[in-house]
Each structure stands twice: as structure tokens, then as C-alpha cells.
Nanobody, 122 residues
Framework: QLVESGGGLVQPGGSLRLSCAVS????????IGWFRQAPGKEREGVSC??????????YYTDSVKGRFAISKDDLNNMVYLQMNSLKPEDTAVYYC???????????????WGQGTQVTVSS
């Protein structure tokens, strides 16, 4: 099970930290990805962090590089997405997902959370 939290309404330039509580998976083995879907648009991969066995490598889509940071707490089975310098185009429902390989495509991910809404607006 994956449960996202931390979404909300924020002004442009602001920050939010999303959390993904993971149960039934061990972060030693699974890659966790963050995806987002804006109204009328396809789901987009935002970031992912590989398993601890794969050295917890991080990946980002170009549009968020330098603004977003993914991290995890293996002990507490939590994955975070720190989002800074938010823009209106970051508005979307954000999902976390568990998969076996590092990818910003959604196909390799087997399990998904229910999503949390992020709205960036003045």
C-alpha cells in the first residue's frame, strides 16, 4: 500500500513537501516514483529513487531539476518529494508508485497510491 500526503494550495514560488507512506514493500528492493497528472494531460513521471540495493539513485524530469528533491527514510518506509520554487504548471494530482526498475515511465510500476492534489496559484 502507498499513501500520499502533503498536497495543498501554495502560491507561485512557494514550497511543499509530499510524503509517501509505504507498507508491504521494502525500500531495500523497490524503486519508488513520483508521478503527476494535470487535468486534460497525460500522467508524467516527475522523479524516482531506486532501491537501497541499487544505491538509492535519483532521477528527475527536466522540468523539475534544481527545484524538486526526492529522498527516503528506509527505517520508517517513507519517501518524500520536496518541491521548491513551485510554478502554476506544477499543478496536478501527484502519485507515488512502487516498481522494480528505475524509470520515469509509468509502465514499470506495479502499485500506486491514491494521489494528492497540488495547486499552485496566487
Amino acid at each position: 500500500q502507498l499513501v500520499e500526503s502533503g498536497g495543498g494550495l501554495v502560491q507561485p514560488g512557494g514550497s511543499l513537501r509530499l510524503s509517501c507512506a509505504v507498507s508491504g514493500f521494502t525500500l531495500d528492493v523497490w524503486t519508488i516514483g513520483w508521478f503527476r497528472q494535470a487535468p486534460g494531460k497525460e500522467r508524467e513521471g516527475v522523479s524516482c529513487i531506486t532501491s537501497s540495493m541499487s544505491d538509492s539513485k535519483t532521477y528527475y524530469t527536466d522540468s523539475v531539476k534544481g527545484r524538486f528533491a526526492i529522498s527516503k527514510d528506509d527505517l520508517n518506509n517513507m519517501v518524500y518529494l520536496q518541491m521548491n520554487s513551485l510554478k502554476p504548471e506544477d499543478t496536478a494530482v501527484y502519485y507515488c508508485a512502487a516498481g522494480r526498475i528505475a524509470s520515469l515511465a509509468d509502465i514499470p510500476y506495479d502499485y500506486w497510491g491514491q494521489g494528492t492534489q497540488v495547486t499552485v496559484s496566487s
